[in-house]
């Protein structure tokens, strides 16, 4: 069964710098979407995306954040300066229609981000 | 705002046992609600999809109703087994993309 595939499982990054967590969506799909979960919180939505550009954000995507398609495959989460409170397992997932189309939502395994 | 609230947040069974799972949420103007099961440091698996218009869905052992107007979801297992155990994630899709999700319950089935 196709998969929603996350690259890296681990990142230990300095606060203060930019990480690029990337996933590569299921090939078919159009929409692509990023989440995060605090260790021992909810999983929380972070932002949606659709023909090349953001269909909807949280309030937790902020400036520090933004997301780009640089290719037909890939899709990546940047995080500029990052602050320990970014530390989290990020999620990316994929649909093939969105919107009020009735379609799961397909995750990856997640990226796991330390801050030090 | 929506809230998704999950209760039991853990449970133990012994192996056999049918159980259910409950999920609530305080705003009835859903698109659909998606059931995953979460296994320790690992993604989401998306488990059952009831579209709004829909009262239940079934894949082998698992069933999930859905009560749109009370705002409530079920997930039944039939039949615990050991690999079951894991964490049971009741999402809502609110909004034209958005899934807002519960905290989870921690299923353990014991041998």
């Known amino acids: 069964e196709p998969e929603v595939t996350q690259t890296p499982s681990h990142q230990v990054t300095q606060m203060g710098q930019e990480v690029i967590l990337r996933c590569v969506p299921i090939?078919?799909?159009?929409?692509f979407y990023w989440y995060r979960q605090i260790l021992g919180q909810k999983v929380e939505f972070l932002v949606s995306f659709y023909n090349n550009e953001i269909s909807e954000k949280s309030e937790i995507f902020d400036d520090q954040f933004s997301v780009e398609r640089p290719d037909g495959s890939n899709f990546t989460l940047k995080i500029r300066s990052t602050k320990l409170e970014d530390s989290a397992m990020y999620f990316c997932?994929?649909?093939?229609?969105?919107?009020?189309?009735?379609?799961?939502?397909?995750f990856g395994d997640g990226t796991r981000l330390s801050i030090l | 705002k929506q809230e998704v609230t999950q209760i039991p947040a853990a449970l133990s069974v012994p192996e056999g046992e049918n159980l259910v799972l409950n999920c609530s949420f305080t705003d009835s103007a859903i698109y659909n609600l998606q059931w995953f099961r979460q296994d320790p440091g690992k993604g989401l698996t998306s488990l059952l999809l009831?579209?709004?218009?829909?009262r239940e869905q079934t894949s082998g052992r698992l069933n999930a109703s859905l009560d749109k107007s009370s705002g409530r979801s079920t997930l039944y297992i039939a039949a615990s087994q050991p690999g079951d155990s894991a964490t049971y994630l009741c999402?809502?899709?609110?909004?034209?993309?958005?899934?807002?999700f519960g905290k989870g319950t921690m299923l353990l089935v014991s041998p």
């Open positions: 997932a994929s649909t093939a229609r969105g919107g009020s189309g009735n379609q799961p939502q397909h």
């Open positions: 009831i579209q709004s218009s829909q």
């Open positions: 999402a809502v899709k609110v909004g034209y993309s958005t899934l807002t």
């Open positions: 090939s078919n799909h159009l929409y």
